[in-house]
T-cell receptor, first 115, second 113 residues
Framework: GAGVSQSPSNKVTEKGKDVELRCDPISGHTALYWYRQSLGQGLEFLIYFQGNSAPDKSGLPSDRFSAERTGGSVSTLTIQRTQQEDSAVYLC?????????????FGPGTRLTVL | SQQGEEDPQALSIQEGENATMNCSYKTSINNLQWYRQNSGRGLVHLILIRSNEREKHSGRLRVTLDTSKKSSSLLITASRAADTASYFCATDAGSGGYNKLIFGAGTRLAVHP
C-alpha cells in the first residue's frame, strides 16, 4: 500500500518568508509525528498528534513553528519568518497502535533551504 | 536533546565482514528501535527490542539490549555493499503505543565491494 508522502520534496525560500510543509500519513494510522534532521545529525523530535488528543508540542523550537492535523489525517507544519538555522530535512512519520509497540513509518522528507 | 549516542560515528568495512554498531541511552525505556537511512532521506524501521528482551534476530541483523548498562548493539553479518547507509537507534520511553522516539546521531556505515 501507499506509504507516508510529503510535499514538497525540496523547498528553497528566503529568510523571513513563511513556509508550509505537508504530510500525508498512511491510511488508518492515527498517530503522526514531525522530526527535523540537520545535516549529518540525528532526528530531533518536533511534535506529534495522536487521534483527537491534544498534540505533544514539546519539541517545537520556537513559536515560529506550528502544526495542524485536519480530520485526523493530513498534517501541515508551518514555519513563520524562516531563519537560516531552520534549514534542515523535515521528516514526517505515522504509526498505528499495536499494543505497546510503536513502529514508525517515515516519509521521504522535505529538504528546506533558507537563503 | 538526543537520548541515544551511537558509536562509532563512522564505520568502513569490506563486503562479507560483520558490522557492529553500539548505542547508549540515558533514561529508562519501553523499547529500543534501530532504523536505517539512505542518502539523508526517509528512515526505514529495521528491528525493535523490548525492554524485557535481551537479544533479537531478524535475517542478518542481531540486536542486543542491556538495560543495566543502558546500551544496545546492532550487528549486521555478512555485510553487502547495499548495506551502506546511516543507522540510528531510537528509544521509546513512554507507554501506550504512541510515543515520540528519541534518536541518536547515527553511525555512517560504508561497505566496500
Amino acid at each position: 500500500g501507499a506509504g507516508v508522502s510529503q510535499s514538497p520534496s525540496n523547498k528553497v525560500t528566503e529568510k523571513g518568508k513563511d513556509v508550509e510543509l505537508r504530510c500525508d500519513p498512511i491510511s488508518g494510522h492515527t498517530a503522526l509525528y514531525w522530526y527535523r534532521q540537520s545535516l549529518g545529525q540525528g532526528l530531533e523530535f518536533l511534535i506529534y498528534f495522536q487521534g483527537n488528543s491534544a498534540p505533544d508540542k514539546s519539541g517545537l523550537p520556537s513559536d515560529r513553528f506550528s502544526a495542524e492535523r485536519t480530520g485526523g489525517s493530513v498534517s501541515t507544519l508551518t514555519i513563520q519568518r524562516t531563519q537560516q538555522e531552520d534549514s534542515a530535512v523535515y521528516l514526517c512519520a505515522s504509526s498505528r497502535r499495536t499494543g505497546q509497540v510503536n513502529e514508525q513509518f517515515f516519509g521521504p522528507g522535505t529538504r528546506l533551504t533558507v537563503l | 536533546s538526543q537520548q541515544g549516542e551511537e558509536d562509532p560515528q563512522a564505520l568502513s568495512i569490506q563486503e562479507g565482514e560483520n558490522a557492529t554498531m553500539n548505542c547508549s541511552y540515558k533514561t529508562s525505556i519501553n523499547n529500543l528501535q534501530w532504523y536505517r537511512q539512505n542518502s539523508g532521506r526517509g528512515l526505514v524501521h529495521l528491528i525493535l527490542i523490548r525492554s524485557n528482551e535481551r537479544e533479537k534476530h531478524s535475517g542478518r541483523l542481531r540486536v542486543t539490549l542491556d538495560t543495566s548498562k543502558k546500551s544496545s548493539s546492532l550487528l549486521i553479518t555478512a555485510s553487502r555493499a547495499a548495506d551502506t547507509a546511516s543507522y540510528f537507534c531510537a528509544t521509546d520511553a513512554g507507554s501506550g503505543g504512541y510515543n515520540k522516539l528519541i534518536f541518536g546521531a547515527g553511525t555512517r556505515l560504508a561497505v566496500h565491494p
